[in-house]
């Protein structure tokens, strides 16, 4: 069942430019934390901008859907670490110097 929806998940957001979102993320993170380093994506989804945004930081990716997670996963090669859990409510014994939170998953809250 979460192989399906990570399926349709991608499907869904096939028309996103995720490379160009990437950049303008990246701009808006040079003026607000010029020397940012680390990166976590909260409601990461399947990947896809964790993996334009490691050309340029430390990433990390969260979420909660276990499916997503496996495709991200394949998409990233196993380089980047992602974490299941609920943004609500999560530990992972560290600090980063960006965290992010894109789409829409804020409002599920």
Do not use: N
């Not at 003026?31 to 945004?53: K, W």
């Not at 998409?75 to 943004?87: E, I, K, N, S, T």
Request: charged residues 30%; neutral net charge; aromatic residues 10%.
């Amino acid at each position: 069942m979460f192989r399906r929806s990570a399926e349709l998940y991608d499907l869904f957001y096939s028309w996103k430019d995720h490379g160009a979102e990437a950049s303008r993320l990246r701009e808006v993170i040079e003026r607000r934390v010029a020397d940012a380093r680390t990166l976590l994506d909260v409601a990461c989804g399947t990947g896809a901008h964790l993996e334009r945004l490691r050309a340029w930081y430390s990433v990390q990716g969260l979420d909660r859907d276990a499916g997503l997670l496996a495709v991200a996963r394949e998409r990233l090669g196993g380089a980047v670490p992602l974490h299941q859990g609920d943004m609500r409510a999560f530990e992972l014994s560290r600090e980063f110097d960006v965290v992010t939170c894109l789409f829409s998953s804020i409002g599920y809250v």
